[in-house]
């Protein structure tokens, strides 16, 4: 009789992924270094969330935090310096499925990927952007980067930096279209991992701006940030990120501000009494180019070929 | 063994030795070819043949030569026929086999040339051979796709010569693979002796005895076994009888075109030929020989006397000890000798003894303590004849034998065995030693003594009771005692109680029982007044007397009403909207409402389209005509189009108005479903309507499953693309050119990539059964894809005499639809399963879950019964239309095993109502077949009919998507004029010839949920009632007429007879209306009334018309079938008006209890009221203030409240008592830790120190082991980690790294 056999185990056997099964080789970072801490957070987001490692995607250009995709057990694209969002665009519009994380640095993306950057937001498909910013470039042995503070000595500029730096949340929140602006420290795990947390669920391209050290080149800004905590003002919100109290405690400073004004958000960015902590804009209703890209995905070659048969048969010669 | 040849048998390979009955090893064998057993009916069989798959029937000779299904053309489909050979010339050949294994190679053989010929075939097997047991060969796989693989290239010739060469070449092909012989004849014996024997079947297998016996004793003969028995293959008979002189044919029959004729056809070189019965056979041939040449007695085995076995199959501790008892009792009989062959074998105890005093009659003998011990393995210990002494309680043979296992029975039958059976002592009885089981062992050896000395029935009790003397003279008379009760306990089991054929599959013929027929109305003698009696003479009789009016009614005041209402025009045709996304509530609207409302939207536009306006009824009536003319089933656009244009012909418009009603036709199918299909009342509608609803069901689902699996195609595709680039041969320099193409292989070295290619292994390569598997799956999808109508995705079974002219379908005529129609599914369903099967595989597959161990089993067995509902929807759709005549008349039972199988088959009737023939026997609707179906449960059963098309879309939809069993009940109107058809059907309705119910198991768990007759007219009425207005002497009159059965018949001629006119001069008060006649009517028909309809002639006049009781009774019964229902639907039922006055009756009790609490109360109060006041008014007159007695009263506490009430509320006002918080433990800061939460995993301090410093399972630092770490490593972890969350605590008593400096350092950690 119909329905007698309902037992099909056609659901694959419950399956948990430890942390282990998300760590690829051993990270050869600097002990101190703040990647790791990112990392870190990285593996038990997955874990968490019981991401499948053959479901998720690093996508990094070149730089000390370019080398993450080596120490995640998962898919990894280690690709050119700046190129990072270009091919995780690539891989979003072809493979909608995967979880696609950047992580990208404040050389490779502010300074050569500057365009891809800029484009990358613009377009708003759907992926988590990590940019480990310590201010300066590590891997190359000192030298000034975007973000470097104005008077801070490098072996390109011995004598202070000339320029004041560019302020990779500014210039997010001035993009056309930017959907998830959230900031963050290396040293205080908890927030950060919440930080992650949230970019992840974003249905959209989450920006999340690591304000970390670096133990060999550590520069003056970082440092004062780290070892002062009235320096940084959390950003306090029901919408924003969600972490415990005893979290919160950690900061001196709070302030309300609701993600979804832009404004506001902007006005926070720019302000030089603290760096902002927090979830600094969110806007899920923004425009998704991934979601045109992939239309028609499914259609078959043979229909796609037949399709395209049929418009150029419209043209005569 | 017959049939076993163990000396040619050893070439064999692939085959698997098997002892079954004969029926059973062609069961076996037909599963193996078919992937399915036998099958019990032939017109299930045939259904699976027509599904394209292999089939075949075990049949007796007389259903099969009732039957036609063989004569199907194109069939593969073999059937064993039970009745001999030669039984009905049917099928284009017939093999007959002289063996079980015979029979076996002769279904390999005959499936092969079914495939070659293209037509079915027949083998048989004698009835004597088919239910022995024996010894078989069963063929294995790949022996099966050996034999079978090259024979399915249907040449269509078939006869004569041809075929038996063509029947030769499979034969000897079989031959060859099996490595027994077969051919056209089998020969054995001494093959150029002058005596000869030929026979086919069992006659064959007689003479190879009877051959072999006379070979023993001398006397060279010979033996020719016929195995194609049809065409009779004269040639190979002449070839192989050449030269004897003597021929036997060996034959039970006397039929003239039996075997006897074709020998003698063959045999034309003067050989004497005598016909002659199979049992007669050896004493014929040992009469005709010289005397003395041969002597049969001295062939005639004997039994061997010694080396008898006893076989105890144990039950507990006990069975040894009464292995030893048996043998010490039945050693007191003679010398019995044990030793050397006692042994225990696969837990039996065998025992070898002799015993002079019973060689004669001793047999082998087992005996068990309990029937279910008894197995083949130690009923093969005994030899045959051998017998079985059980200890069961159990009254009768066939009792008994139910308790046995059917493999059991059978050997037990085919060895000869007899079987005793001993009651069992009741234990309060046994009193021996203390041991229970003591007296059933004495009953059993009392039991096997009886068996050993009996040859029949009853069992002699004589060696018991020798043995019980003996036990006796040593003094043990309880022994002795028992061992003659279990003597007397023993019975012998009748043998027909073991025959095989009992667990053999039957298959059963019978027809269906006749229907339940009405009491016929009887002669009434009572003469009274003249006319009363001409009229109830009639309604008795239904006889026409002279004198009597023989008017016909014009029609029934009720049809009348009915037609004034114009109830069922107005939905006439009716338009399916739109029939790719059919809503229930929408989906059918009457084409006058489509249409109104298309033109009122185009005026509401601003367009005045006043031609279209004016002319809208006569488009509609064009557009009706048109729909009526045509096929069934149009687009509403095309409808349109072509009824514009014949109404802008018709109108002589000039031209502006040509042009005005051109771009309102033009708006008008704008504003329409254009790709609505309009339907008329027809008998072929409901099909046409169900096939449609059905397409837009399942073609969506069809479309999404391709497109799924065109996906999984590429999936699978990858993977196995992937496998080969990272494999060796993948990364060959030809390889990577081959990937790398043209362009790519100008600009690159493939043999320089290859060499730098590394070599070690990137991706996991695929197992090589998970590579195999997804090749397989690979082959299925894509062989689907490839055509993926291969099969119809509706099959339409039909009985001869119903025509449709139906959408594109595949459709085939049946006589036996119902029962062929689960044949048809299961074949279209293993057919669609394989894809179904690697479908799943893909999925599981693409996402790399899919695992052996789980999924390999389930995969193998899948069948349609454990699809998803989504995958059943994917199979192809069977279903069968019939008649509800056949259905009353023969077709119950295969209807019922229909729908008791569960499978999604949907069975559409048309039930014609008013019909001439069941005029002529009212009897026959009496059964209502739709509480038929209802009572099989799970089935959806539908009544509908064709006057309420919403009703009839909506449930032929809910049909269409029922994935189980369905029938559909549609009442079709008799054949009448079109303009009548929609009234009509009205009429059947509202008479309660054909309710409409719905029985949806799917729709709810109660009943009332299941079941649903709302849309019925009046439902809660047992008949509609309806208020006829008319003129009587100039004056308006107003009359109710109950719309009964009869009512909705009496336009027919069939009918006419049951009706006859009452002059007016003859009305009086003992005509009572027949709504009115039912109610009051006995059922012994002694009642004074007779009853009659309302008829309106043509002139408007109302008269009486007279029913017989005939059609009076007939519409009792629609009644009472219209009354189950309403019962079921909870209308005026009884056990509920019951339990609603019982609950009445107790409010009504309660009510005065209360009203009488009430007032006694009520007397209280103002008692006690008028007390107190009178107390106050004293207390305050006589108190010199009156103050303190002015002050109110104590508060009376409520009446009712609960007297622990106050006690709770006052305990609740009590403060609760303050549990004592437990005291929080004293932190302490002296030794080290770190807070975990905080760190950033950034290593300093484990690369630092790996024994003191380690990671959680948040890879976040904890103190493993403070021992593991000196008091400076710790204050240099604090210093270096960024996060500031180590914290070292103060230094332990003995670490002498702790300097005063770097405690100082470390405090400012802590």
Known sequence: ?317 | MPGTRPEESEAVTAESLEVLSGFEAIAQVERAICGRAVSRSPAEAEGLALAGLRAASLSDGAATARGGPIALASVSCVHHVRGGAGCEPLGAFELAAASVQAAIDHSLAAHRLSGELGLPGLCSLDPSLGERLSLARMPGSELLADALGAGDKPAHEAGGEGLVDRAQGVLRSVAERTGRPLDLVDRSGDDGAELAMIGWGAGAARAREVVRTLGKGGVPARAVSVNLARPFPTRAVRDALAGARTVFVVEATDASDGLLEHVRNAVDDGSAIHRVSPSRLLATVAERLPEGAFDPERLTPRPRRSDRRLVVLPAGPWGDETARRLAAIMGRLGPLRLGRRLRRRRGSTVLAWESDALAERSRDLLVAADPALLGPRALRLLRPHGAVVVVSPADSSDEFARLLHPEIRALLHERDLRVFWVAPPEVAECEIGGEVDAASSFALAGGALAALSSEGEPPSAEAAERAAEDLEAEGRGDAARWLREGARRTRCVECEALAPSRHLEEVDFRPAPTLPRLPEPVDDPEERERWAARIRRFHRTGRLTSGAGSRRPSRAAALDILAGAAVGHRQHPFVLVPPEAPEAETAARGLRDVLGEAVAAVQADGREARVLLDNLERLTFLASRLVARGACGVRLGRLLGEAGRRLAGELELSEEGERALSDDLTELRRRVPGDGMVFDLRSDMPLHLYLTLLESVRAPLAQRFLKEIEKLRERLRDLLQLDRMGSREGRTADALAATLGSTGAERLDPEALARTLPAGPGSEPLAPARRRRIRQTLRILERHLKQPEALPRVFLLRPPGIRLSVPPCEQQEHANPLAAAVGLFDGLAQRMVTVLGAARVARLEAEGHYRPELHDEPLAALDWEALTAEELNLLPAVAVVTSGRRLREGEQAPLSELLRSSRPVHVIVQDRVGAADEAQDLSRFHMDLGYLVMAHREALAVGSSLARPARLTEDLLRAARALRPAVILVSIPALRPTSWRPLLAEAALQGRASPEFRYDPDAGSSWADRFDLRDNPQPERAWPVHTLAYLEDGVEKTLDVALTFADAVAHEPAYARHLQIIPRVAWDDTQLPLADYLERANPEGREPWVPYLWLIDGRGILQRAVVTRALAMACADRRRGWRVLQELAGYENVFAQRAAAEAHAEAELRRGELVREHGEELDRARREGAHESMERLAAVLMSPDGLAAAAPAPVRPVVGLPAEAPVAAAAAAEPAPIEEAPEEETLSFDEPYIDSALCTTCNECTELNGRLFHYNADKQAFIADPAAGTFAELVKASELCPARCIHPGKPRSDDSTATPELIARAAAFN
């Not at chain 1, 979804?260 to 603290?274: E, I, P, S």
């Open chain 1, 1 to 317: 009789m119909y329905g007698l056999k309902t037992d099909w185990p056609e659901e694959a056997p419950p399956s948990y992924f430890t942390l282990d099964d998300y760590a690829g080789q051993v990270p050869r970072w600097c002990p101190g270094c703040g990647d790791h801490a990112v990392l870190t957070a990285v593996q038990r987001l997955c874990r968490d969330e019981q991401l499948e490692p053959e479901k998720s995607v690093f996508v990094s250009g070149i730089g000390c935090s370019s080398r993450l995709p080596h120490y995640m057990k998962a898919y990894g694209f280690h690709g050119l310096h700046g190129r990072a969002f270009p091919v995780a665009s690539g891989i979003r519009a072809r493979r909608p499925d995967l979880n696609i994380f950047v992580s990208t640095g404040d050389g490779d993306c502010c300074a050569i990927g500057a365009g891809h950057w800029v484009h990358a937001i613009h377009n708003n498909m759907k992926m988590v952007v990590l940019l480990f910013d310590n201010n300066v470039y590590g891997l190359t042995k000192n030298q000034t980067s975007p973000t470097s503070r104005r008077g801070q000595k490098t072996n390109t500029h011995p004598r202070g930096a000339w320029l004041d730096p560019i302020d990779p949340i500014q210039t997010t929140l001035g993009i056309t279209n930017v959907s998830f602006v959230a900031q963050t420290v290396d040293w205080n795990p908890p927030h950060l991992l919440a930080t992650v947390k949230a970019a992840h669920h974003h249905p959209g391209l989450a920006f999340v701006r690591v304000v970390q050290r670096c133990p060999h080149f550590p520069t003056e800004a970082v440092e004062r940030l780290r070892s002062d905590p009235t320096q940084l003002l959390l950003l306090d919100h029901p919408d924003g990120i969600e972490v415990d109290e005893a979290v919160k405690k950690a900061f001196k400073r709070r302030e309300a501000h609701d993600p979804a004004d832009l404004d506001a958000a902007r006005v926070l960015a720019g302000r030089a009494d603290g760096l902002p902590v927090g979830l600094l804009y969110r806007n899920e209703s923004a425009d998704r180019y991934d979601l045109y890209s992939v239309d028609g995905l499914a259609t078959p070659r043979k229909e796609k070929i037949e399709a395209l048969r049929e418009e150029l048969n419209r043209y005569r010669i």
